[in-house]
T-cell receptor
Framework: KNEVEQSPQNLTAQEGEFITINCSYSVGISALHWLQQHPGGGIVSLFMLSSGKKKHGRLIATINIQEKHSSLHITASHPRDSAVYICAVSIKGGATNKLIFGTGTLLAVQP | KAGVTQTPRYLIKTRGQQVTLSCSPISGHRSVSWYQQTPGQGLQFLFEYFSETQRNKGNFPGRFSGRQFSNSRSEMNVSTLELGDSALYLC???????????????FGQGTRLTVV
């Protein structure tokens, strides 16, 4: 079983829809990261959080440490949001910036 | 402020050859991590360097190695290339691990290596 699980693996939405991507993890973490990868490869960090909720524009990330679960929400989705969204965790303890990744969610937003 | 720069962006090599990839982190960042991304295995951690020392290593064969220079630039080397080494290689730079929490990772565009 992977240490970081994401769902769904694929998601197709119509422009304007509210989107939720889920991430569950089975290890102790010091932080959880939400990343975005567009075709071509480059990865952009969207959020890094260790508790509560963060908001940036139309994106909202929440984390529940007790339940070991995080969600990424996109409000009023737009075709430019189409990308792979990846959840990653930093393991608790030890001096390292090593990340462990989920398998990603491929999002396609249709106009 | 310049981002993380990886060179080259694309590379085609023949089985058995060796390859060196370069990563220049954001100015002031002393931690550089390398990752391999393939369709089958997703993103996997290769190794992490901090202040010219390898701080952590993933589960990859010894053909994969790396180093970090005094200016924090890092290189990774793969010797005796195999077809399965074809992948996108990404590096990420961070300020440092503070001991009280991790810092945000900034990724480069990656080097796409094709082994034929």
């Amino acid at each position: 079983k992977n240490e970081v699980e994401q769902s769904p693996q694929n998601l197709t939405a119509q422009e304007g829809e509210f989107i939720t991507i889920n991430c569950s993890y089975s290890v102790g973490i010091s932080a959880l990261h939400w990343l975005q990868q567009h075709p071509g490869g480059g990865i952009v960090s969207l959020f890094m959080l260790s508790s509560g909720k963060k908001k940036h524009g139309r994106l909202i990330a929440t984390i529940n440490i007790q339940e070991k679960h995080s969600s990424l929400h996109i409000t009023a989705s737009h075709p430019r949001d189409s990308a792979v969204y990846i959840c990653a965790v930093s393991i608790k303890g030890g001096a390292t910036n090593k990340l462990i990744f989920g398998t990603g969610t491929l999002l396609a937003v249709q106009p | 402020k310049a981002g993380v720069t990886q060179t080259p962006r694309y590379l085609i090599k023949t089985r058995g050859q060796q390859v060196t990839l370069s990563c220049s982190p954001i100015s002031g960042h002393r931690s550089v991590s390398w990752y391999q991304q393939t369709p089958g295995q997703g993103l996997q951690f290769l190794f992490e360097y901090f202040s010219e020392t390898q701080r952590n290593k993933g589960n990859f064969p010894g053909r994969f190695s790396g180093r970090q220079f005094s200016n924090s630039r890092s290189e990774m080397n793969v010797s005796t290339l195999e077809l399965g080494d074809s992948a996108l290689y990404l590096c990420a730079s961070s300020l440092a691990f503070t001991g009280t929490g991790v810092t945000e990772a900034f990724f480069g565009q990656g080097t796409r290596l094709t082994v034929v």
